[in-house]
């Protein structure tokens, strides 16, 4: 009697697993990283979203249960991304039509054999169309019966979604002449076949949806969505660290078995970066929770100017005793007046002096004749009276020190190396720059570094970093301020 009802245990089991299987949609619970990258595709004006991401952390699974849920419309209790209430036209591609059957097609369907216990119910599968060309099982359309998503008694309706199985190795050609609500683009595309993916999308307004790892460098498509951040993109980044399938300790491991040169790419999905990043440092020998600042510490604030790129931002505090720069605050934005950006100066503190560039000497393009320093001046910025230089060499007076940019990079990194650099880890404008700024054949790349050039031009300026001085004190007829850094500025 104990044998068969074992085998009968164990048979309900299997049939268990085999049912759960079939309902892997129902099933995902994404991780924060994730959740991050759904929730984007819901953001007003967004229509490009990329997840770039270590290896093996869950990018491809994350796409391919979105991918469901837009072909099936079975979309959970409180979904916070994009939604279609109506069938769906998607594509779906990746690498090679190998490469794209053991990644995409397995992650929808399951092995083949077996179709179904992928991200798309079996029950939701209509009709599965095998490729006539390329590897064996490769599957080129999946039709999808689709639930519409303000059904909420989850009847069948007659609507019908499809899915087209693409490859990047079929040439730009092959991605012409559809209209889709839909792409994923699992792994780098070519940014040719990308932007003719991104066009099927046009007429009906939908969106585009890229993972991968970055191993390919700093290539068109990841400058498309990390450099020149094209209106409408978003960008989502998960390290091997966002992964809680991985311990503390496995996370060591793995990233002790790439080579020196992968391990960034493979584990923080940050690109290999042309001839190298400029502060090849460790993030954890400058990163630091945000700090109660004390009151005897002097500020600064750095600027670098800018409206086709950003103007930026940083605040700085300033440890005399260790010599040590604490970057605290930050500030980003495109295509606004300095109207707009001297609001954010302000409103940190009044007080706190602004380090800025030499091109701020330019004068106003509308031929006012006042130059842009004089602009943030004249609404009340507390501009230092000359551009940022170095600190001026014995023998040397104020002003003399240059503003070389190799010169103040190198100051950067040896305070990074020495313990006198530290930044707040919440900036994550900050943190993205320091990850993508490098070199290519040499030279510094001058994109996507507002606020690494806001930063050197704070610290070129770090003499001039004054102390708040005390309401009470001030308020006193004829008080003169004796604390070092709290006379005038030069």
Same mark, same amino acid.
């Given at each position: ?196 993916? &991104? /066009?099927? =999308?046009?007429? +009906?307004?939908?969106?585009? %949806? !890229?993972? #991968? ?13 990390? &450099? /020149?951040? =094209?209106?409408? +993109?978003?960008?989502?980044? %998960? !390290?091997? #660290? ?85 970057v605290y605050d930050c500030y980003k934005r495109r295509e606004a007046t300095p109207a707009t950006h001297s609001i954010a100066l302000r409103s940190r503190g009044l007080w706190i002096p602004i380090a800025w560039p030499h091109d701020g000497l330019q004068h106003d393009k509308g031929g006012s004749c006042i130059t842009l320093a004089q602009q943030y ?114």
């Open positions: 009697m104990a044998a068969v009802a074992t085998g009968s245990i164990d048979r309900q089991i299997a049939e268990i697993d085999r049912l759960l299987a079939q309902h892997k949609l129902q099933q995902y619970v994404p991780y924060p990283k994730q959740l991050e990258f759904h929730a984007a595709g819901a953001l007003p004006g967004v229509r490009e979203r990329l997840l770039i991401a270590a290896n093996q952390v869950g990018k491809t699974l994350s796409a391919s249960m979105e991918v469901g849920m837009h072909a099936t419309g079975l979309y959970p209790p409180g979904w916070p991304g994009a939604m279609f209430l109506k069938p769906t036209i998607g594509w779906a591609a990746s690498n090679t039509s190998q490469g794209t059957r053991d990644s995409v097609q397995r992650m929808l369907l399951g092995q083949p054999g077996d179709w179904g216990t992928g991200a798309i119910p079996k029950k939701s599968i209509i009709d599965i169309k095998k490729a006539t060309h390329g590897v064996a099982d490769a599957v080129e359309i999946i039709t999808v019966r689709h639930i519409p998503a303000h059904d909420n008694s989850h009847k069948l309706s007659d609507g019908t979604s499809r899915i087209t199985i693409k490859t990047y190795d079929q040439g730009r050609e092959r991605w012409q002449g559809d209209t889709i609500n839909f792409l994923w683009c699992d792994e780098e595309a070519p940014i040719d076949l990308y932007m003719e993916g &991104l /066009t099927r =999308t046009n007429a +009906t307004g939908g969106i585009a %949806m !890229t993972t #991968f790892t970055p191993l390919l460098g700093m290539s068109d498509t990841v400058r498309r969505f990390l &450099l /020149t951040k =094209t209106p409408g +993109t978003h960008v989502t980044t %998960m !390290t091997i #660290f966002d992964a809680p399938h991985y311990s503390p300790a496995e996370c060591e491991r793995i990233i002790a078995g790439y080579p020196l040169h992968e391990r960034d790419a493979r584990t923080k999905g940050i690109p290999i970066l042309g001839s190298g990043r400029i502060f090849p440092i460790e993030e954890s020998m400058i990163a630091e929770s945000p700090l109660q600042i004390p009151q005897h510490w002097p500020r600064i604030a750095g600027i670098d100017f800018g409206y086709d790129h950003p103007t930026a931002i940083v605040w700085i505090a300033w440890d005399r005793d260790s010599n040590t720069m604490h001046r004249d609404m009340g910025c507390n501009m230092l009276l000359r551009h940022a230089t170095h600190p001026p060499a014995r023998g040397q007076i104020e002003g003399e020190g240059g503003y070389g940019l190799e010169a103040g990079l190198e100051a950067m990194f040896d305070r990074m190396q020495a313990g006198q650099l530290k930044v707040a880890k919440h900036l994550t404008d900050w943190w993205e720059e320091f990850r993508l700024y490098h070199r290519d054949e040499g030279k510094v790349v001058k994109e996507n570094d507002d606020l690494m050039s806001a930063t050197r031009i704070a610290m070129m300026m770090l003499r001039k970093a004054v102390v708040q001085r005390p309401p009470k004190l001030a308020a006193i007829p004829g008080f003169r301020p004796t604390v070092p850094g709290m006379g005038m500025m030069g």
